[in-house]
Each structure stands twice: as C-alpha cells, then as structure tokens.
C-alpha cells in the first residue's frame, strides 16, 4: 500500500511540473516600417554596431520581451507594413556591437560569415508568423535581410539567459 501511494505521489508530482519544463518562452517580434517611399537602393547605415541615430530609422524590429530563458523559443512575428514584405533571419552573435559584413552589390547582410539559426521568410504585410526555435544562452540578432531593410534600422537583439 506505501509504494502505492508512493508512486501515485510521484505521478501526480509529473503531471504538475512536467508541463512548466515544455513550457515555451514567447517573444512578440515587430516589423515596423515608416516608410511610405524612399530611396533604400543604397544603404542608409543603420545597421547594428554602425552607432548611427536610430530615431530617423524608417525601419525598425520591436521584441518584447528583451531577454528569454534558455530552450524553446517561439517568436511570433508581425509586419505592420501595409504594402511591403519583409523576413525575419536569426543568428547568434557574440557582440550587439559588432559591425556585420555588408554586401553593397546587394544591398544585404553578408550572411556567409554568420551562425543564422533560422527564419521566416515572405511575410506579408499585415501577417502574422511564427517561428520555434531550441535556443542556448546568449545573444541574438533578429533582422530583415530584404535589400536595404537591415540597413534602414530593421533589425534588434534579444539576450538569452
């Protein structure tokens, strides 16, 4: 009768801790875009670590939260834009201040050179998308490498702890 009780202790234990271990962390990811039209054919240098003023990006990325425990990430992505796509590529980086490899034929990130983790890719405006990722301490770069996006200010980073 003790092992009994005992193991039924231990499974009622299971069914309450097990699902705060699956339970996922949740950023909402923002793509934001000011620009009615313009002139993005040549970067605006903007980019991260490039320490422009980015009150006059007419692009940007929004995360809320910041900072997310360690393991299942889930970034459910919105465009706000009402006539552009956009993406959203991440990638693990060491430094928020390090300056990427930028492409000028292409107007793009150089993405050869860096550890991208995933990506949603042809977000249409006013859509929404989701993206599971299994994330290790750290820092990540979330950005939209459409030509001329990333340097327009459409980008932001989230710490994982």
């Known amino acids: 009768m003790k092992l009994h ?4 202790a231990a499974m009622l234990a299971a069914c309450l801790f097990a699902p705060a271990a699956l339970a996922e962390t949740v950023i909402k990811v923002t793509l934001i875009d000011k620009l009615a039209s313009g002139d993005l054919s040549k970067p605006l240098g903007l980019g991260m670590g490039v320490k422009a003023d980015m009150s006059k990006a007419p692009m940007g990325v929004a995360v809320n939260p910041k900072t997310a425990a ?3 990430v889930r970034l459910d992505v919105t465009n706000l834009a009402s006539s552009l796509v956009h993406e959203l590529q991440v990638a693990r980086i060491t430094d928020e ?3 990427l490899t930028y492409d000028q034929s292409r107007n793009k990130v150089d993405t050869e050179g860096l550890e991208l983790l995933g990506s949603v890719s042809e977000i249409m ?8 990722l299994d994330l ?3 820092k990540y770069l979330l950005f939209c490498n459409v030509a001329g996006h990333y340097m327009a200010g459409m980008w ?3 710490e994982v702890k």
């Open 5 to 8: 009780k005992a193991f039924g």
């Open 70 to 72: 360690a393991g299942i």
């Open 97 to 99: 201040n390090q300056v």
């Open 125 to 132: 405006p006013s859509k929404s998308a989701s993206l599971i």
């Open 136 to 138: 290790a301490p750290g």
């Open 156 to 158: 932001a980073t989230v």
